[in-house]
Structures are given as C-alpha cells and as structure tokens.
C-alpha cells in the first residue's frame, strides 16, 4: 500500500502563496486519485483539490477555484497543492489523501489512504 508525507505548510500573510507536497512512498501515485483536504479546529474535513489517476483531471472546491493548483510529477512521485492568494480562513490542517481508483472522488470517507497533515496558518 502507498504511504503518504505531506510537508510544506507554515505561517504566511494573507494575500501570500504556499506550495504543499505530498510525498508518496510503497506504490505509484499514478494508481491512485489523490486529493488534498483540509480541516480547521472545530470544523470537519473538507475536499480541497483532487487530480484524477489516469489523464490528470483536477477538481477544486468553489472556495479556492482559480486561486490553487493541483499537479503530480509522476517521475517524482508527488503531488503538489500551489496556493495563491491565501486567504485567513484557511488556516488549517491540510492532508493528502489517495484512493486506487479512477474518476475523482470528493468525501473524505472514501479515500483509504491518508498523510499525517501538515499546518498551514494564514495571519491577517
């Protein structure tokens, strides 16, 4: 089974960028569609991005449309969450998560595999 790592997170102005990394280990991502969620104190887990296993589609929630960027650099084994305009509201725990199968996939509770999280606090 695939293992995941997740890193790049920190404290960052509103308005700043970050670039998370999800590491894989044990098996390809490339079998696997793997979404980036993430859940702040109080709150539940929330889908954030995913890319597809086979061509590389990618799905956004509304709220972060045309601000994040999804990609997987399959020479690398990892997949990247490029976040632009970051605003305070999401400040959280992001996680990477991967499920081996097709399509895309938006419930936390349908992926099997998941990182340890990686914080990421967005000051105003």
């Known amino acids: 089974q695939v293992q995941l790592v997740e890193s790049g997170g920190g404290l960052v102005q509103a308005g700043g960028s970050l670039r998370l990394s999800c590491a894989a280990s044990?098996?390809?991502?490339?079998?696997?569609?793997t979404g980036w969620f993430r859940q702040a104190p109080g709150k539940e887990r929330e889908f954030v991005a995913a890319?597809?296993?086979?061509?590389?589609?990618?799905s956004y929630a509304d709220s972060v449309k045309g601000r994040f960027i999804i990609s997987r650099d399959n020479a690398k084994n990892t997949v990247y969450l490029q976040m632009n305009s970051l605003k305070p509201e999401g400040t959280a725990v992001y996680y990477c998560?991967?499920?081996?199968?097709?399509?895309?996939?938006?419930?936390?509770?349908?992926?099997?595999?998941w990182g340890q999280g990686t914080q990421v606090t967005v000051s105003s």
């Open positions: 998560a991967a499920r081996e199968s097709g399509g895309i996939w938006y419930r936390f509770d349908e992926y099997d595999f």
């Open positions: 044990g098996r390809t991502l490339s079998r696997y569609v």
């Open positions: 890319v597809s296993r086979s061509v590389g589609t990618t």
